[in-house]
């Protein structure tokens, strides 16, 4: 049973019928509790969904059957958790959280003692436990507590990693109706910004919807309509940001990255003057921090094997396109308040324009596509798709590249294209796209 995929458990939920049901993610529990043993100490915490309720209670059922003591955070940004592992000397944390996926879904993401999320290897046994149908009952059953501090300690230790005042600065932040509601705009108003907010009145079922890091264009009207210097865009458990400059243009993860890189480089606070980025990431920026002196290490998709790739190289900045940014420094995940409270004080302390901060690099013109499939792997390997990718990949020569993968946490083949125009990436795009259908149907 392949549950995990780059980034947790993730599906439908809310109903016996629902890929995340109670009887499964009970098993769940029970499984995740006997790898961190009886007695363990774990944290939970969740996004404002539904049906992480129900979830987190039938985690609590399994997990305390096997004597494992749980503590409940309630509402909380996965980096928060991921946090509170560390300050509690906690065995482990799982939130409850589908990201950037609609309120139908949901999900589940297990971190380590480390504030790390788990290894391959731990997921794996996990899964092989709940395959074997284990009733494993402890002598003693776990106790379940509730953390009314986490929300405090968390907000006060982002704020202790900056040392400006953005007072100045005036910005609209999207909170996706999710995790980020309480957080954020508190953060925000503390270290001095003049806050507008929207996205942030959750009543379980308008997380993502039309808002956040997915949809832009509420947030970019929001901006220009109000004269804010720029936006802030989370997603459902704020792991990632998206900014809206000044203009109205999209900051992406790769211009959040090479911002905060070249600012680090400068300073000589730049450790062997190299990041971690993934595949996804811009022929653009990669060729302005070759042109900078910055080496840039290629990890894969997911947050989790950027941080692999930081730890392996003593690497301090990674992320991923998708606005995921891991200041190693200060948190173990991607993290979006931190994020964006370290862009905004580049600008407080004039080392970045609001008005300009999507010109940190001219980008190639990008097409992604996600087509739906029920066969991912036999559709990658189809002779078809090869022949298609081969062609495009003439025609574009030295001048752009292809990316087709599977999605980790959906069921989807995303088709990426970068090209020296836009009408050659969308052509070459559509016709992989089409390739991958006609391959999906054979």
Same mark, same amino acid.
């Given at each position: ?44 915490? $969740? ?40 300050? $509690? ?73 900056? +040392? ?116 996804? +990431? ?131 083949? $995303? ?28």
């Amino acid at each position: 049973m392949a549950l995990f995929g780059t980034d947790g458990i993730r599906g439908s939920a809310g109903s016996a019928s629902s890929l995340l049901n109670p009887q499964l993610v009970s098993a769940i529990g029970v499984a995740t509790g006997i790898v961190f043993k009886s007695q363990a100490q774990i944290l939970i915490g $969740r996004d404002t969904r539904k049906s992480g309720v129900e979830i987190e209670q039938a985690l609590i059922a399994g997990l305390t059957s096997v004597g494992v003591n749980v503590t409940l955070i309630g509402v909380i940004p996965t980096p928060g958790l991921a946090h509170l592992v560390l300050t $509690r000397k906690a065995d482990a944390a799982i939130m409850i959280t589908a990201s950037h996926n609609p309120a139908s879904d949901n999900g589940i993401k297990i971190f380590g003692s480390n504030g790390q999320k788990i290894a391959d290897e731990i997921e794996l046994e996990i899964e092989h436990l709940i395959e074997s149908n284990l009733e494993v009952k402890s002598a003693q059953r776990g106790l379940v507590t509730k953390d009314e501090h986490g929300r405090n300690e968390y907000i006060t230790y982002l704020l202790s990693t900056i +040392s400006k005042s953005l007072s100045g600065i005036t910005v609209v932040v999207d909170c996706a109706h999710g995790s980020a509601s309480t957080y954020a705009p508190e953060v925000l108003k503390r270290a001095g910004a003049e806050v507008i907010v929207i996205g942030a009145t959750p009543d379980g079922e308008n997380i993502n919807k039309d808002c956040g890091s997915t949809h832009l264009d509420l947030l970019a009207a929001k901006v220009l309509q109000s004269g804010a210097d720029l936006g802030i865009a989370h997603d459902g458990d704020a792991d990632r940001a998206l900014l809206i400059d000044g203009r109205g243009k999209i900051v992406d993860g790769d211009a959040l990255l090479a911002l905060l890189a070249l600012s680090a480089k400068q300073k000589g606070k730049l450790p062997g003057n190299k990041i971690v980025a993934t595949v996804m +990431s811009n022929l653009g920026f990669l060729k302005k921090m070759e042109k900078e002196g910055v080496i840039v290490e290629i990890a894969p998709v997911g947050d989790r094997y950027v941080l692999e790739q930081m730890l392996d190289h003593e690497i301090y900045y990674g992320g991923e396109q998708s606005g995921h940014i891991i200041l190693r420094k200060f948190a173990t995940t991607g993290d979006g308040i931190l994020t964006a409270l370290h862009i905004l004080e580049l600008i407080a302390n004039g080392e970045a324009k609001a008005e300009n901060l999507s010109e940190i690099f001219s980008s190639y013109p990008q097409v992604l596509l996600n087509i739906p499939v029920t066969n991912k792997e036999q559709v990658l390997t189809s002779a078809e798709l090869k022949i298609a990718t081969k062609s495009a990949e003439s025609d574009l020569g030295n001048d752009g590249r292809i990316l087709i993968r599977a999605s980790g946490t959906e069921p989807l083949i $995303r088709v990426m294209v970068e090209a020296d125009t836009q009408s050659k990436a969308d052509v070459l795009a559509r016709k992989l796209a089409d390739a991958v259908e006609s391959a999906a149907n054979a």
